[in-house]
């Protein structure tokens, strides 16, 4: 599903480059400034052997001499990691900080004039080493000064400075994923509003998207409305035409009834019989019709509770000789068409006072956003049989048990189609008890 995702799309590929520009960054810095660091240290070395070149002068005697100490104290300090020696054919300078050493010479090659090497010096030091030769005035002959300095330096400013480095683009990096990340769900917020807004037309009585939208969704909202406009058109049709077919149908059949009505004997009750079959048939497939393009078409919310309660003084009139004793508790909202739920709760309570013994208890709970609608009597109830034909899909439940009828049919198909399910059972009672269970989105 991530893969899917538009905002993960682009929050991997903002990640990539990011990453990528980060270390292409970090390592052309961290080698940018390691060279400035050798750089720097070997003109540090250079300006040592200019000054010593200064300092040493031929005395009266021949002997190579240094007039004035280097200003460096380094040099003077034993094994500090800074270290001279002046050499001539016969004479050799060092610097106190050799001690008793003489300059590490031991290489596989000679170091060429203002070249700089690494050498292993004292204690094991690794010394970068600068030198070059000198012709002093006052006597004839070269002298080949040395300047060497310990790398470790060099490798402490180099691994501070990289440490430094990667903590900072790491934050930097941190804070362009935060960009690009609010970026994106700024950028996709207008999706996230017509994602709602078209779920919002589920419970909307008019199916149409409504607001401001910015110029580059507007388009998919128009269309989006264009669609929802034609599907209506298209449902209402339908529904006319399945109206006109019924009554087109139930016309022929009133006949058909009445001229049976007229004959005698198992004739006419077979006909008779098989009218009254295709009238609910009829009944069931224009409910089922009307039911869907209502359900399609986007409603709002319905109270249960005043249905239920006109549904019951409706009935109490209707059966006036069959006193029944109905509670209602709770209270709910149905999102669909108020008159499929007057068809739902009107089949299912006639069942009900059909069957019942004198009491009926009807429930409405909406459990985290859903509907639950139970409706238990006291009657004789389903058997097993009777009550998985019922809520069986393309079950014949006027051809189930006894007293099932196709109100159950119609209930069924209705709740189907709005996204829920019929439920059946035996109540506490004994009786039958039916639960109408809806989604969140649906209720």
Known sequence: MMRRSIAWRLMTISALWIGGAIWATGSMLDTLFGRHVDRTHVAELDR???SLAAALEWNPRGELVLMRMPSDPRFERPYSGAYWQASTAG???RSRSLWDQDFPMAIEREIADGEADVRSGPQGQSLLVRTRRFQLAGKDGAVDIYVASDRRELRLAKRSFRHLLWISLGVLGAGLLGAVWAQVRFGLAPLVALRRAV???HTSENPQLSGQWPREV??????INSLMRRNRETLDRSRRQAADLAHAVKTPLAI???SAARLHGPASQEIAAQVEAMRRQVDRHLARARAAGAIASGTAAVPVRPAVEALVRALARLHADRPVEVTVQGEADFNGDRQD????LGNL???AWYWTRGRIAIHLLQPEGGLLIRIDDDGPGMNEEAMAAAVAPFARLDESAAGSGLGLAIVRDICEMAGG???LGRSSWGGLSATLRFASAQA
């Open 91 to 93: 004479q050799t300078l």
């Open 341 to 344: 739920l007057i068809e739902i």
């Open 256 to 258: 058909l009834a009445n």
């Open 48 to 50: 040592a052997l200019t």
């Open 349 to 351: 309570l006639d069942n």
């Open 199 to 201: 779920a919002r037309l």
């Open 218 to 223: 507007l388009p998919l909202a128009d269309e």
């Open 421 to 423: 399910e019929l439920v």
